[in-house]
């Protein structure tokens, strides 16, 4: 065997091992995360038995669109004009929380509104738009936050 094919066959050979340990350190490294992520390693744990995680629903059937003290209590949304509408197109993709932790003036629903049209799949909402818009322009408009109310019946000291 010529120098050149020795040469060769000792290159395959180290090509061939730095191929194995790069193997070996990939999946070293895939194990260390999943052992971070999961430090059970539940995934390898065999001796239980998976048990299914039962959500209950803590509103009655009966009381599924049920106000009390104006408030819708499936959503949490203010009862207005407009409520099932909003309540039927809005909590059909997300939760209420996601309407009313916002507050925005009419411009801007719509303005989301469009968003959610060009980037979400959100349908064309037709003449329920300004049904939507309208209850929510007027019970998640933006609260004017203006100087914080003066402190009374304080007992001031001087600091030495």
Not at 2 to 25: G, H, P, T
Not at 28 to 36: E, R
Request: aromatic residues 10%.
């Amino acid at each position: 065997m010529s120098e050149e094919n020795k040469f060769k066959d000792q290159a395959k050979q180290v090509y061939r091992m730095l191929i194995m340990v790069w193997c070996v350190v990939l999946l070293g490294t895939v194990f260390a995360i999943y052992a971070l992520v999961d430090p059970s390693l539940s995934a390898f744990n065999t001796d239980e038995e998976l048990q299914p995680v039962v959500v209950e629903n803590t509103i009655e059937e009966d009381d599924w669109d049920k106000i009390e003290d104006g408030i819708h209590l499936r959503t949490g949304f203010v009862d207005d004009d407009g409520l099932m509408t909003v309540v039927n197109n809005c909590t059909s993709c997300h939760s209420a929380k996601m309407v009313t932790q916002n507050r925005m003036t009419k411009e801007r629903w719509v303005a989301t509104i469009r968003w959610m049209q060009e980037t979400q799949n959100l349908w064309d909402l037709g003449k329920n738009e300004d049904i939507i818009v309208n209850y929510l322009a007027k019970n998640y408009a933006p609260k004017s936050m203006g100087r914080r109310a003066n402190l009374e019946n304080v007992e001031w000291y001087e600091l030495n």
